[in-house]
């Protein structure tokens, strides 16, 4: 079993910052890609933000210089630094994590979400 625990959100003012962390727990032998997604009010779940095993890193165009992932492989934990907030940004963000545990392939685990809320 795996279990994934976010944590950081809640509510800022526009130009602030907030840190996103998602912790995997569990039976876990290797975890490649690691992802930010988020879903706003109406609107369908997009990916923010992405890492590989090897460190490479991808972003929305959105989010671009303003928001940073990174990786701890010996937590098992990701985060998502959000900085130069802007109300746009508001919406559930998801963890999304690709895990091979120690006793099946790889799978795609989501964490619970987490509101960020930024004002205007």
């Known amino acids: 079993q795996v279990q994934l625990v976010e944590s950081g959100g809640g509510l800022m003012q526009a130009g602030g910052s907030l840190r996103l962390s998602c912790a995997a727990s569990g ?3 290797r975890i490649n890609v690691m992802g930010w997604y988020r879903q706003a009010p109406g609107k369908q779940r997009e990916l923010v933000a992405f890492i ?3 460190g490479s890193t991808n972003y929305a165009d959105s989010v ?4 940073t992932i990174s990786r701890d492989n010996a ?3 990701v ?5 130069s ?3 746009e ?3 559930v963000y998801y963890c999304n994590l690709a895990i091979a545990t120690m006793f099946s392939g790889q799978k795609d685990y989501w964490g619970q979400g987490t509101q960020v809320t930024v004002s205007s």
């Open 75 to 77: 937590k098992n934990t």
């Open 64 to 67: 671009k210089g303003r928001f």
């Open 52 to 54: 590989t095993s090897g």
């Open 89 to 91: 940004d508001t919406a």
């Open 27 to 29: 039976t876990i032998f």
């Open 85 to 87: 907030l802007k109300p």
């Open 79 to 83: 985060y998502l630094q959000m900085n």
